[in-house]
């Protein structure tokens, strides 16, 4: 399928080369206002990660998944869910649905799950920095911790 470019009168000379450029090199070029696929996959990562900390101090509680108490899985299934993404209950079968990504690709608001002998046992959203939003275990809360572990996966919500 070739895509057809129409070229205002009105746009200047480097903005037409700019245009065939990118035409010639397979690129695409949107509407003002709309959003690439990469740039709205980070959206709705940037609302799951939003909302997540939006929950900070809401107590742990096994088994919850919102909207005032959760445990790990049930804050990032929340927070996507939000954010217009479902994912599966359990840090697991999330783990099991994302895009695995290595982590020097991590962005704000991918998943960081925490695994040992090659069982995934705890998630969190990736807020920069080396920090996690998460529901860390009984007696505590959502909050943002670093990750103080190496032995992390990455996964990206599709």
Not at 19 to 25: D, F, I, P, R, S
Not at 73 to 86: D, P, Q, V
Request: with cysteine.
């Amino acid at each position: 399928m070739t895509a057809q470019i129409h070229v205002p009168s009105m746009l200047s000379r480097a903005g037409a080369v700019s245009v065939l450029t990118l035409a010639a090199l397979g690129g695409t070029m949107l509407a003002p206002g709309a959003a690439p696929e990469a740039q709205a996959a980070t959206s709705h990562a940037g609302k799951a990660l939003n909302i997540a900390a939006s929950k900070k101090g809401s107590p742990y509680r096994y088994g919850a998944s919102g909207p005032s108490r959760f445990d790990c899985s049930g804050l990032t299934l929340y927070s996507y869910k939000k954010a217009g993404k479902s994912l599966p209950r359990t840090a697991q079968q999330q783990y099991n649905k994302t895009r695995h990504i290595s982590a020097s690709s991590r962005r704000k608001g991918d998943l960081v799950f925490f695994h040992s002998g090659g069982r995934v046992y705890h998630v969190g959203i990736y807020a920069g920095s080396g920090k996690i939003w998460h529901s860390p275990k009984t007696g505590s809360w959502v909050k943002l911790d670093r990750i103080w572990s190496s032995k992390v996966y990455y996964g990206r919500v599709r």
